[in-house]
């Protein structure tokens, strides 16, 4: 009785029954409200799947032996059987656009289209760091015109010249982001007002008397500060596309269309967890859906089940298979628990979250999805009873201590420090070294420097050395790497002379 | 809302040009795997593709990261038996401790980049920048040979290659052309007889019938197939440029010819055979070998079978020279190599040199002469080698080499086949 109204039967799919299981996952999902781009779902094979993970899956990629690199790397891997392909990628873009692979069974086609055309896609549309740095609707005509500008410039001024410019921005890459807006330019009109405002205010605190206060003189002045730039710049790439002395006109915007990538790119490293998580935690809510609809039969849902549990799986720290924590696994874990706290909250949890505990848990996601990243997100919303099933426990590796030491675990003492470290471990800081560009010497020998801020006697690795001759490459004069701690410099500076 | 697109038409190779550009980037690093592949290999083997490493850290993209060293914490998941406070030993080999058994079953393929070439892309690997010396000269060569392709159809033809479907189909056309008409007037009269028979016009009925009887007659002599149906297979004659060459392997097979010379020379011999097999479509192989007096042999005979006697050069060139004359005179590329441990007497090495000079080397397009030295480190020189050196001085397709080691045998090769740098 159960399987007379479902939608499909068996594991084959065709293009009227993707139609069909994307009319139900759509109304389920806007009957949680979310809120999507428009979706494109595109059909491929596994080799273009190969093909399309070697451009990070974007669709349209500019040529580089770099990308060539990673296709011959997955493609071997994937003949060796050593790795799997993804069933799916999604691009942020409007519309947003899904790959499904053709060998996929109708049930992970409809897993994939609400995991990556509801899941991915709202949190693109609704997450705050995408809307800040991504303009979806412009990204596609953005990689057309990024390969069409690479080629032309590899005719015009042979494929070695722009490969020599693109391998150097490639290693600057996550040096060429902007972590906070800069504030737009002025126009000519807010400029002027806000001169006259500013006239108008010395006019009203205007008092004679100041101008009998008797001047410093001239060797007690303060030193013009004649440094440049006068605030360190972390956007490497940014300030050698704006100053850089050397850089032909082509060049700076070659520069300019790999910083604009990794700008890009920039939110989906910050909310990997959050982003994972979202989209799994729909893709199993509106399957079980479908399921008490009984749209789906129980073998549909047996196999989905089976894909779940294989992306949620997370071994523990000592098994041979284990890669990390999961970030499809603690996320899902994440969400669903916050959905529990809503509904079923305990007395831990109102002391934990007196705000949500019994709250609507639609409404409690959707402010989730919102407004955090990898970081905020755990350090908000990770609750003691998920360190306790995670079993998670935290290390500290001290360079004065002969050993490894537990630092803290999933208990009342612990719960708290084990949360922060987690959090810290997903910053971008604790990824990406701080390296920041401190001098300009744009008066003498146009030399540039960079300081590394060293945190907690971590160094940089010996790639650092290739690293600053690229960069000297795109300055064109000498470049120096310092590396800074607690306000001292280190005696070792990586150098490269013009 | 949703479009849904089926992109699988669109086939694969999206990244074929990253790969290509890839290959050429780390040219000398692939090009320093194939070599040692190639001295690892049989000869038999050589041919096909294979897997490159290239060590990883050859290829890496650098960038600032993290390295070992200094404090830090990690939280990890499936904590088992630690409390607060437990010390752990470092695990051994590695300053900074990942605590996991991620060390497990990686071994050395950590350190090697790996991955497989086709044939072709190591084919032009390991020809790469060799040069097929007078290619210039075969590829303007005359076009005798022609080739028979198909064009289409003709009225005309034989009947063995009567196109049986297109000749049908005319068929179906013609007849549908001239039986349009009277078909219409065929049912025309059916419906007039059967309102006749029914107001009971009997007269007119016979008439009518009678004129059905008429038009039926006449559908019937259109034929089923006529003689303008009739379509042939159309072939034309198209001159075509020659893509063959004959390769003449000499070797001296007398007692002084161990097995080490004959490996030796078995590998130049394929080395070129591969070669020209890459720039012609079909090669022949012709094997002579001569002791006092010539052969000609089979490929296994004349690597293997050993013969005992002195050594007369001439005799060898004598029967190459006849058999070009006989089976390749016109309309091939010739190509020989000889191989010799440059042991010669009396007369012999001046009347093979003038002998090869005049005759032999004119039909040519390149001759190499490869001598197999007991060591690398004797410096005399044969009396075969003094003589052919003159012979080298003043022709243009031919080349001289001697080698001792089997390593030699590859470099030797590239040397006497290097692209012509201006």
Redesign the interface.
């Known amino acids: 009785m159960s399987a007379i109204s479902a939608i499909s039967r068996g594991a084959d799919w065709d293009?009227d029954l993707?139609?069909r299981y994307?009319?139900e996952i759509?109304r389920i999902a806007r009957g949680h409200g979310l809120d999507t781009y428009?979706?494109?779902?595109?059909?491929?094979?596994s080799?273009?799947m190969?093909?399309a993970y070697?451009?990070s899956g974007l669709p349209v990629g500019y040529?580089?032996?770099?990308?060539?690199?990673e296709?011959?790397?997955n493609?071997?891997a994937y003949r060796r059987g050593m790795q799997g392909l993804a069933y799916e990628i999604v691009i942020n873009s409007s519309?947003c656009i899904a790959?499904l692979m053709?060998e996929n069974t109708i049930a992970t086609q409809a897993l994939v289209i609400a995991h990556a055309?509801y899941g991915h896609n709202s949190f693109f549309k609704g997450n705050h760091l995408f809307r800040q740095w991504t303009a979806a609707d412009a990204i596609l005509d953005y990689l057309v015109f990024a390969r069409r500008y690479v080629m032309q410039c590899e005719e015009r001024h042979g494929?070695t010249a722009v490969?020599e410019v693109l391998?150097a921005c490639?290693?600057?890459?996550?040096?060429g982001v902007d972590r906070y807006r800069r504030p737009a330019p002025l126009t000519l009109k807010a400029e002027a007002a806000r001169l006259a405002e500013r006239e108008a205010h010395r006019e009203r605190q205007f008092n004679d008397l100041w101008r009998t206060v008797p001047e410093a003189r001239a060797e007690n002045k303060p030193e013009v500060n004649a440094a440049f730039p006068q605030d360190p710049q972390e956007n490497v790439l940014y300030f050698v596309e704006k100053y850089s002395p050397r850089l032909e006109p082509w060049e700076r915007e070659l520069v300019r269309i790999v910083r604009k990538l990794a700008q890009y790119f920039y939110p989906q490293a910050q909310t990997k967890v959050m982003n994972e998580g979202w989209a799994t935690f729909w893709h199993y809510t509106i399957m079980n859906q479908l399921h008490e609809e009984r749209l789906v039969d129980d073998g549909f849902m047996l196999e989905f089940l089976k894909n779940h549990t294989n992306v949620i799986a997370?071994?523990?720290?000592?098994?041979?298979v284990?890669?990390g924590?999961n970030p499809y696994a603690l996320g899902f874990a994440v969400f669903s628990d916050l959905k529990r706290i809503c509904e079923s909250p305990e007395a831990e949890d109102r002391e934990w979250f007196p705000d949500i505990a019994g709250g609507d848990w639609n409404k409690v996601l959707d402010f989730a999805m919102r407004n955090f990243k990898d970081e905020s997100f755990i350090a908000q919303y990770l609750s003691p009873r998920l360190m306790r099933e995670?079993?998670?426990?935290?290390?500290?590796?001290?360079?004065n201590?002969?050993?490894?030491?537990?630092?803290?675990?999933?208990?009342d003492?612990?719960y708290r420090r084990?949360r922060k470290?987690?959090a810290?471990?997903h910053a971008q800081e604790s990824r990406?070294?701080d390296?920041q560009v401190v001098r300009f010497d744009r008066d003498g020998d146009r030399s540039l420097t960079l300081r590394?801020q060293?945190?907690?006697?971590?160094?940089?690795?010996?790639?650092?050395g290739?690293?600053v001759k690229?960069l000297r490459r795109l300055w064109g004069f000498t470049v120096r790497l310092e590396t800074w701690e607690n306000d001292i410099r280190f005696s070792d500076v990586v150098e490269c002379p013009a | 809302?949703?479009?849904?697109?089926?992109?699988?038409p669109?086939g694969?190779?999206?990244?074929a040009?990253?790969?290509?550009?890839?290959?050429?980037?780390?040219k000398a690093q692939i090009q320093g795997a194939v070599k040692r592949m190639i001295g690892e290999r049989r000869i038999a083997d050589m041919e096909k593709g294979g897997e490159v490493r290239v060590p990883k850290k050859d290829?890496?993209?650098?960038?600032?990261?993290?390295?070992?060293?200094?404090?830090?914490?990690?939280?990890?998941?499936?904590?088992?038996e630690?409390?607060?406070?437990?010390?752990?030993?470092?695990p051994e080999g590695s300053g900074?401790?990942r605590?996991?058994?991620?060390e497990?079953?990686h071994g050395d393929s950590e350190d090697a980049?790996?991955?497989?070439l086709s044939r072709e892309e190591f084919m032009r690997i390991f020809f790469d920048d060799l040069e097929l010396p007078n290619l210039a000269r075969t590829a303007i060569g005359r076009s005798e040979r022609k080739k028979s392709v198909r064009a289409g159809f003709a009225k005309t033809g034989v009947p063995a290659n009567l196109a049986i479907v297109r000749t049908l189909k005319q068929s179906v056309a013609r007849r549908i052309a001239l039986g349009g008409g009277l078909k219409r007037e065929i049912r025309e009269l059916e419906a007039a007889f059967v309102t006749a028979v029914a107001v009971g016009h009997a007269e007119e009925a016979a008439r009518i019938f009678d004129e059905l009887a008429r038009l039926e007659r006449r559908r019937g002599v259109h034929p089923f197939i006529d003689e303008p149906d009739l379509r042939y297979r159309n072939r034309v004659l198209r001159p075509e440029p020659i893509a063959r060459a004959a390769m003449f392997c000499l070797m001296d097979v007398s007692a002084s010819m161990d097995e080490d010379k004959k490996d030796l020379a078995k590998r130049f011999f394929t080395l070129l055979y591969l070669f020209l097999t890459r720039k012609y479509a079909e090669v022949d192989l012709v094997f002579v070998r001569h002791t006092d007096d010539a052969e000609e042999v089979d490929e296994d005979r004349f690597f293997h079978d050993t013969r005992s006697g002195g050594t007369v050069v001439l005799s060898a060139l004598e029967l190459a020279e006849q058999i070009r004359r006989e089976r390749y005179a016109s309309g091939w590329n010739v190509y020989a190599a000889q191989a010799s441990d440059g042991d010669a007497f009396g007369a012999d090495p001046a009347r093979s040199a003038r002998f090869l000079r005049e005759q032999l080397l004119p039909a040519m397009r390149y001759y190499t002469y490869l001598e197999l030295a007991a060591s690398s480190t004797s410096e005399r020189s044969s009396t075969l080698w003094a003589e052919y050196e003159r012979v080298a001085e003043a022709s243009r397709n031919f080349a001289m080499r001697r080698a001792s080691e089997r390593e030699q045998i590859y470099p030797v090769f590239r040397d006497l086949f290097k692209k012509e740098t201006q």
């Open positions: 293009f993707l139609e994307d009319t759509s428009p979706n494109q779902i595109e059909v491929i094979t080799e273009q190969l093909d070697a451009s040529p580089h032996w770099s990308y060539g690199k296709f011959i790397r493609e071997q519309p790959y053709e055309s494929a490969e391998d490639h290693a600057l890459m996550p040096h997370q071994p523990g720290f000592d098994s041979p284990y890669g924590l995670f079993h998670l426990f935290a290390l500290a590796d001290h360079t201590e002969d050993a490894i030491v537990v630092d803290s675990i999933h208990d003492h612990g084990v470290l987690l810290q471990q990406v070294p390296v590394h060293r945190r907690r006697g971590r160094p940089l690795t010996e790639a650092a290739e690293v690229h | 809302m949703l479009q849904l697109i089926d992109r699988r669109n694969r190779g999206k990244s040009v990253n790969r290509e550009r890839f290959l050429r980037r780390y290829i890496s993209e650098p960038s600032f990261n993290f390295g070992t060293g200094g404090d830090r914490e990690f939280v990890l998941p499936g904590n088992r630690y409390v607060t406070g437990d010390r752990i030993p470092r900074s401790a605590g996991s058994g991620n497990a079953g980049f790996v991955f497989s």
